[in-house]
């Protein structure tokens, strides 16, 4: 089984920074794109930033400039810098993969979200 363990959320005030992990364990036999997706109370889950395996990197309009996002192949992690932190990005943050765990075979799987919460 494939499970993807988000860490590094929480409290922070604005004009600060955070820094979430993604970690992706179980039987994989290679990670294809990782994204990170915010979602808050009755709204859709929404894009923030993306990163091929190649190490290729996408970010919403709101995010350019304050998140940068990164992975680590060799640990099976992304990850998702987040300074400047703004009130409106309070939100659950989640981790996104395309898994392959055979050559051909893959999945997209989420991992549990983790809360971030920046105060004014």
């Known amino acids: 089984q494939v499970q993807l363990v988000e860490s590094g959320g929480g409290l922070v005030q604005a004009g600060g920074s955070l820094r979430l992990s993604c970690a992706a364990s179980?039987?994989?036999?290679?990670?294809?794109?990782m994204n990170w997706y915010r979602q808050t109370p009755g709204n859709q889950r929404d894009m923030v930033a993306t990163i091929t395996t190649e190490g290729i990197t996408g970010y919403a309009d709101s995010m350019k400039g304050r998140f940068t996002i990164s992975r680590d192949n060799a640990k099976n992690t992304v990850y998702l810098q987040m300074n400047s932190l703004k009130p409106e990005d309070t939100a659950v943050y989640y981790c996104?993969?395309?898994?392959?765990?055979?050559?051909?075979?893959?999945?997209?799987?989420w991992g549990q979200g983790t809360q971030v919460t920046v105060s004014s």
């Open positions: 996104n993969a395309d898994i392959y765990t055979l050559p051909t075979i893959h999945y997209n799987f």
């Open positions: 179980g039987s994989i036999f290679r990670i294809g794109t």
